[in-house]
């Protein structure tokens, strides 16, 4: 399965745009690429997920490069309860579910 | 709509114990996962269920973890005896089948488990 790295963390002021990149060099062909938002004592939650170029949902897009070596996660006007962890994931998904692997996740303080 | 539920939500129990926790995964979810977090570290998949059938426990540390999910609904995640680097938060997860094209895994809001 892809190794994915993130950056630690980051800092960001309410209101602005966050954009949070993810490399997986090893990506293979059918890999998906999913981020997942984490909470201080919840569980990860969905957030956006895709194969290539670009997604878009109400709270956040994707953008992946034609080579699918990395993908950046963008969220618009951050908000203080934007603040969380952010982890990004690769996997086949066409199995009927696949093996999750976590790594350390991005830690995104929003200021006032 | 319900979503994945854990119990107990916190377990304090002592070396050599056994514990057992249960997760109720989202109604018609036929994927299920297995996940812990110990202090300071990622978090790790255990295993997953298709259904009743183990798919992948190439994750469980040892065989002092047992799971099982009979007919395919909630699962129990046992640990028999119970070790100190065993503490952590257990979650657990389901999905509905990967083959419509996305596979969101929707988690629990896990089990704390210290062992003393």
Redesign the interface.
Known sequence: LAKTTQPISMDSYEGQEVNITCSHNNIATND?I?WYQQFP??????II?GYKTKVTNEVASLFIPADRKSSTLSLPRVSLSDTAVY?CLV?D?????????????TRLFVKA | EAGVTQFPSHSVIEKGQTVTLRCDPISGHDNLYWYRRVMGKEIKFLLHFVKESKQDESGMPNNRFLAERTGGTYSTLKVQPAELEDSGVYFCASSQDGVSGRNEQFFGPGTRLTVL
């Open positions: 998906y999913t004592s919840q569980g990860p939650r969905f997920q982890y996997g998904i066409m199995t009927g579910g696949f093996k999750t692997i976590f790594g350390a996740g």
